[in-house]
């Protein structure tokens, strides 16, 4: 009961955020001619991030759910009158511990793969828009931010009169002019080839450079990430990174606290299970004056997690903490022995 709820409502999540992704990204098709299949899978790469982050929020209003299931017919109070406590920790720590598994393979794993995978397809898209798909002498925005524009093409592939202009970087506008270009591959990633051109730097606060060249190669996933410059941690599993660190004897900058905010995924189902235990793991006979749904109670408690931890400078596991702190003494306060209701003698 404990896990149909929360695995069907994930599976929905999922499946709406996916075709979220799908409305999101449709220039893919629209403007840069690529298939519905190439879609399909671009926006299944990028459902890792958000399927971890409404992980534990669909652990805790399943829990919510079968808790308040077990208290309308009347067995959540078998189970404390017949001192069954014990089984109803049990399955919830069975749940949780499932669900930590389960949110740590997500962060540790999956997040990564798919953040590769992503930006190898984002290159491959931006090479074959460049070399084949972009019209001359139209504006084609390959990601937010970066601008292309050609003015033809020759026989051969060869692209005439290429420019780009880059504002993914808030305090660096760069502009690349070429007289020609190609698209080259290494077997590994997509080159874009500028000859007889310039790069031009202008950044925020007025000052501009200029470089010329007779020959410019920039990787073509360098112009199609959404940020200008992508953290190559994010595309390393947590195993690699780890084996490396032990290898070398050093750990990156940057590691620690990759490695912290994966881990602090795992704490936070952890977390809210024990919420959601605390509130609804006992019997009550009082109604409440404005019932409110548990389900929005769950978000509730994951949007003051999410809160605390983007504005805590001891990390994004604060959030997390805080819930099991409170959850415990919670749970400690509600399980303590309590007298037995004095019966005055008739």
């Given at each position: ?5 929360a695995l ?76 069954g406590l ?6 919830t ?17 999956v ?14 898209i ?5 070399s ?8 084609t925005?390959v ?13 051969d ?41 310039s ?24 112009l ?32 620690l ?13 952890i ?8 509130v ?16 929005a ?11 605390i ?25 509600r399980m ?11």
């Amino acid at each position: 009961m404990f896990v149909t709820d929360a695995l069907i409502l994930f599976g929905v999540v999922c499946f709406l955020l996916w075709l979220v992704n799908c409305l999101r990204s449709f220039d893919v098709v629209s403007i840069k001619g690529q298939s519905i299949v190439v879609l399909g899978v671009q926006a299944l790469y990028t459902m890792p991030p958000l399927a971890i982050a409404f992980f534990y929020v669909c652990i805790g209003i399943g829990l919510a759910r079968a808790l308040q299931a077990l208290q309308a017919n009347k067995e959540l109070h078998i189970i404390h009158t017949s001192h069954g406590l014990g089984s109803l920790w049990r399955a919830t720590a069975v749940v949780t511990g499932a669900g930590v598994v389960g949110v740590l393979l997500l962060s540790n794993f999956v997040d990564p793969y798919a953040y590769r995978r992503l930006n190898a397809l984002s290159a491959s898209i931006a090479a074959d828009l460049v070399s084949s798909t972009l019209r001359p002498g139209r504006f084609t925005q390959v990601t937010p931010g970066v601008v292309l524009l050609i003015g033809g093409r020759g026989a051969d592939g060869e692209i005439r009169e290429f420019f780009a202009d880059d504002r993914r970087d808030p305090e660096m506008r760069r502009t690349y002019i070429a007289e020609s270009a190609r698209v080259a591959s290494d077997g590994q990633a997509y080159v874009l080839e500028l000859r007889n051109g310039s790069l031009q730097y202008n950044s925020n606060t007025g000052r501009f450079s200029e470089i010329t060249f007779g020959r410019y190669d920039i990787n073509v996933d360098q112009l199609s990430q959404p940020i200008a410059q992508s953290n190559p941690l994010l595309e390393r599993d947590s195993v690699s990174l780890v084996t490396e660190a032990m290898a070398n004897g050093q750990w990156r900058p940057g590691v620690l606290t990759l490695l912290a905010d994966r881990m602090a995924e795992g704490l936070r189902v952890i977390g809210m299970a024990m919420m959601v235990l605390a509130v609804l793991g006992f019997p009550s006979g009082r109604r409440a004056r404005i019932p409110v749904p548990m389900e929005a109670g769950v978000l509730l408690i994951a949007f003051g997690e999410r809160g605390i931890s983007a504005y805590s400078p001891l990390g994004t596991a604060t959030g997390a903490l805080a819930m099991i702190a409170v959850a415990g003494i919670a749970l400690l306060i509600r399980m303590r022995p309590r007298p037995l209701p004095l019966v005055a003698p008739s």
